[in-house]
């Protein structure tokens, strides 16, 4: 049933034989089928590219190799609560469903699909994607904000950030940052340097819109979607 997936109540016994031989048969197809997950990665950088200014986004890419706060934006999404498939282990969570639901199992069998994930190439582009989309919209978001509190902003961008639940209150607040130099403008984009920021119910607010517009841009799969 569709809402026992959701709600994570389909395993009623997690040591049963039926379960444990059905998770042997799908681990088994996942090595045989899935060789080439990675390039259904692809399409995220399109949806980066698409929903961001090109400019400041590749301003940033060509200047993450060399200089430590734009890694500092690129890693946000960490600080945010996404991207952290390499440190679980748990990349394969984007396209198969865990019968075992245990995000903590360490066996012989977790970490070798660990390996294999990582080997085609799904858990390391799915994790540069992710640092684009944190570069771009942590970007965005400052950007669209302070138009926003300096009454500048189009209906476009205003649509963006009321649909991630911010409001005039907190543009105003991140503009302040940026007045306050606690935001940099580092020649055309912003560097968001959310560990300096004093006023942790902004910075919780900040990583609760970076949070969702990387979820909506780097698609991982749900309960309800995957096999």
Known sequence: HSYDRVAGIVIQNPEALSLRTAQVMKDLATL?????????????????????????????????LD????????????????????????????LMEDMLNNPFQNTFVSKAKNAYFQLNLLGPMTRTFKMMSSMAHSHTIIDYSVKMAQKRANKLELEYLSRYGMDLDDAKKIDQLVKDNVIENSNGFYLANTKAWKDENTARMF?????????????????????
Do not use: C, W
């Open 67 to 94: 200089n430590e706060k734009v890694r500092m934006n690129a890693m946000e999404a960490r600080a945010a609560g996404e991207m952290l498939e390499i440190l679980k282990g748990d990349v394969h969570l984007r």
């Open 32 to 64: 045989n089928y899935l060789g080439s997950a990675g390039f259904s990665t692809l399409p995220d950088a399109a949806v980066v590219i698409m929903q961001n200014e090109m400019a400041p986004l590749f301003k940033q890419i060509i200047r993450v």
């Open 207 to 227: 990583r609760r819109t970076l949070n969702a517009t990387v979820k909506n841009t780097v698609l991982m799969g749900s309960p309800a979607d995957k096999p």
